[in-house]
């Protein structure tokens, strides 16, 4: 059953939702939030070089978008999410949330999913995929 959370200001993304997931034994699920934060690191996949180009961006934003999934990777649970931020002059920029600092507050679902989702890494794409 899905279950709503929240995270405070100064909490860090992934690691909050991650703790949520771990305490309430939530191993693989789906992932929807909204808030603000004022510090984000977002990431681009590089196909041809297999590899994340990053850049952090500062200053308060509003999260208008948080989706991705709670998997298995190597043992452990491990976000994987997308996200959209709005900033103060209404731009907007997105991408894979490497990491972000909640100001002032997350609101987030996760939503178990019945089967257990393990990522492992797949050689040609240079990523850790859901194995299945």
Do not use: C, W
Not at 6 to 27: F, H, Q, Y
Not at 41 to 65: I, N, P, R, V, W
């Amino acid at each position: 059953m899905a279950k709503m959370r929240s995270l405070r200001a100064g909490t860090r993304i992934p690691e909050g939702i991650l703790t949520a997931a771990v305490e309430d034994k939530v191993a693989t699920a789906l992932l929807a939030g909204i808030g603000g934060v004022r510090e984000v690191k977002l990431a681009y996949y590089d196909q041809k070089e297999k590899k994340y180009q990053e850049k952090t961006f500062h200053g308060q934003m509003e999260l208008t978008s948080l989706v991705g999934n709670v998997t298995m990777k190597d043992g452990a649970p491990f976000l994987h999410a997308h996200g959209t931020f709005a900033r103060r002059d209404y731009s907007v920029i997105g991408g894979h949330v490497v990491s972000a600092v909640v100001s002032p507050l997350l609101e987030f679902v996760l939503t178990p999913t019945e089967n257990t989702a393990v990522r492992e890494f797949n050689e040609s794409l240079g990523l850790y995929v859901i194995r299945g």
